[in-house]
């Protein structure tokens, strides 16, 4: 009996040992089961061509707040739409729009109507498109909350014609919303005229506007006005053309600078206007059926009169100018780094000296000293230092007449270095006479006597002559 309860207790401990190693290898299977899903969800993201999986949106409401969140797959996605174009449009107004980095469209419209868009869905890998039909319904009013009210009308929308009369028009034609109003109205165009409106009928009835209220399908009319010329001569205008009726403003130019003063308005063409007041710079005029030509008519200003008891001097004879000479120091030449004073002397009077001029560049006064005794001009050693070595002019202006030379500016070093070459070559031409008389000398076949010795001696002193006179010709010319 005991040894039967001890092998009952041992197949008792042996299943406790089985079922503790089955749940600590469960466990461990469980472990490495989550971290590789965890590993798998912390690894970035597989960039792949966008692929848009959002298929239809929502209907909208006018005045209503409306949100939806494109889709697509992909990894990283970059939203763009496009609404003009390739039979694409898009409410006006409102609020709607597209959150490039998101892809939420979110807004609040305040346009009815059916309106087609395209969405791109873009990456690294390329893009993706989808062409959208969003309908936004008119605002609920209480014929929609009331519906079974058989005492409110029956709701219905109507389409709208528009008809240029000859000029062309954007959009047509349009549906009203189900109160039978149109949300915007279009614009008309008409080479030569001004629109005016759209109306009822083709010549007057009402004028349609966006709170008209349309029970029926029609017609409505563009109605134009001629547009005429306006021409501003001598001021500003505006208008170039404008409609018979049209008020235009208008201002003259201001010419005191030219001694006129302005003098009034003056019709060119364009036949009984009426202006505001025609004797002000600054007017209007209401706009004629015709053509207008206008003129700013100008006066001179007037000079103010001397008194009475003063008598008002003649004009004076313009007189001819006068051809002054220069008597002392035209043609000289000064010396640069020497100590003498350049002297120029005019014969026209001294009262009436105007200005210097050297070269065609005015000298300015301190440069130089005016005396009396007709015009005596003398040029201070600072100033002479500063021209170039050459030739130069001068010019004496008076007031009414001027006089002209041309002078000369040396220098001293350059002509000692002139001359010292000068010496060198005589030096050099004397030596070379020498060499050559004793050569000469060697090869006479004459005996050497004293009387023979005179005669080559003599020689020798005629070619050093001829020397002497080539090097003085060279030097006078240099």
């Known amino acids: 009996m005991k040894r039967q309860k001890l092998l009952a207790g041992i197949r008792l401990f042996v299943c406790l040992l089985l079922v503790t190693a089955v749940v600590i290898n469960s466990s461990s299977f469980v472990g490495s089961v989550n971290a590789k899903e965890n590993e798998e969800a912390t690894a970035a993201p597989k960039i792949t061509a966008p692929k848009i999986t959002t298929d239809t949106i929502p209907e909208a409401t006018v005045g209503e707040e409306y949100s939806i969140q494109f889709y697509a797959e992909g990894g990283e996605i970059e939203w763009d739409w496009i609404t003009e174009g390739e039979g694409f449009s898009f409410p006006k107004g409102g609020s709607l729009g597209l959150q490039p980095s998101t892809g939420a469209f979110f807004g609040v419209p305040k346009q009815a109507g059916e309106f087609k868009f395209k969405i791109i869905a873009k990456n690294t890998k390329g893009e993706d498109s989808k062409i959208y039909t969003l309908k936004i ?3 609920k009013d209480e014929n929609e909350e009331n519906p079974k009210n058989p005492n409110l009308p029956e709701k219905k929308k109507y389409e709208i014609t528009f008809d240029g009369q000859g000029g062309g028009v954007d959009i047509q034609p349009l549906s009203t919303d189900e109160n039978g109003r149109l949300s915007a109205l279009p614009k008309a165009f008409k080479k030569g005229y001004a629109f005016v409106g759209w109306y009822t009928q083709k010549d007057g009835g009402e004028k349609i506007t966006e709170s008209t209220v349309f029970t029926k399908n029609q017609s409505v009319y563009a109605h134009w006005k001629k547009l005429y010329d306006v021409q501003i001569k001598y001021g500003a205008v505006d208008y170039y053309s404008a409609p018979e009726g049209e008020k235009i403003e208008i201002k003259a130019y201001d010419k005191t600078s030219e001694n006129k003063e302005f003098a009034g308005w003056k019709v060119v063409k364009g036949g009984d206007i009426k202006f505001e ?5 600054e007017t209007s005029f209401i706009m004629p059926a015709q053509d207008v030509l206008i003129e700013a008519t100008y006066k001179l200003i007037e000079k103010p009169v001397p008194p009475a008891e003063e008598p008002i001097p003649p004009a004076e004879k313009p007189i001819a100018p006068v051809a002054y000479k220069i008597i002392k120091g035209a043609n000289q030449k000064w ?5 003498s004073p350049f002297e120029i002397v005019s014969n026209a009077p001294y009262a009436e000296l105007k ?4 070269d065609n560049n005015v000298v300015l006064r301190e440069n130089y000293e005016a005396l009396e005794g007709s015009t005596k001009i003398i040029f201070k050693k600072s100033f002479m230092q500063t021209l170039s070595v050459g030739k130069h002019s001068v010019k004496i202006e008076s007031l009414n007449g001027e006089a002209n030379a041309e002078f000369m500016v040396g220098s001293i070093k ?20 020498s ?3 004793k050569v000469l000398e060697k090869k006479a076949m004459v005996p050497n006597t004293g009387d023979n010795s005179k005669i080559w001696i003599f020689a020798a002193i005629l070619i050093v002559a001829a020397v002497i006179i080539v090097i003085l010709k060279k030097t006078t010319k240099k």
């Open 137 to 139: 319904n008119p605002k």
């Open 435 to 437: 060499e050559t008389s």
């Open 277 to 281: 007041d025609k004797t002000k710079v």
């Open 414 to 433: 350059k002509n000692e270095e002139k001359t010292a070459k000068v010496v060198a070559d005589v030096k050099k031409d004397v030596k070379k006479v």
């Open 335 to 339: 010396m640069k780094d020497s100590e």
């Open 355 to 358: 200005r210097v001029l050297i």
